[in-house]
Nanobody
Framework: QVQLMESGGGSVQTGGSLRLTCTAS????????MAWFRQAPGKEREWVAR?????????YTDSVKGRFTISRDKTKWIVLYLQMSNLKSDDTAMYYC???????????????????WGQGTQVTVSS
């Protein structure tokens, strides 16, 4: 049974930084894909970044490029991070970790592409 658990959310001021952590258990797809999504109040859940487990490929939505970095702790199976810098009020949302069955990561940015989800961690950015 795959379980994903997020941590690291909190409240920061505009321009601040946070690092989110996703700890996965039961997920053994060595060529799989994990991602971060977020959902702001009244909005649909949107893809933020994804990481190809098999080859360290990283992909970002345009609004976070240059500010967010997705990475994986290679000493642990599997811990995924999202380092967020220069945070803006528009980044305020619940952030979710997700993982998908099957191989590959290219082009997978829809919620329906992912099979497993965490409970989320709240990020609030205020001025």
């Amino acid at each position: 049974q795959v379980q994903l658990m997020e941590s690291g959310g909190g409240s920061v001021q505009t321009g601040g930084s946070l690092r989110l952590t996703c700890t996965a258990s039961g997920y053994y797809a060595s060529n799989g894909c994990m991602a971060w999504f977020r959902q702001a109040p009244g909005k649909e859940r949107e893809w933020v970044a994804r990481f190809y487990i098999g080859g360290d490929g990283k992909y970002y939505t345009d609004s976070v490029k240059g500010r967010f970095t997705i990475s994986r702790d290679k000493t642990k199976w599997i811990v995924l991070y999202l380092q967020m810098s220069n945070l803006k009020s528009d980044d305020t949302a619940m952030y979710y970790c997700a993982a998908r069955d099957g191989d590959g990561c290219a082009g997978h940015s829809s919620t329906t592409d992912f099979d497993y989800w965490g409970q989320g961690t709240q990020v609030t950015v205020s001025s």
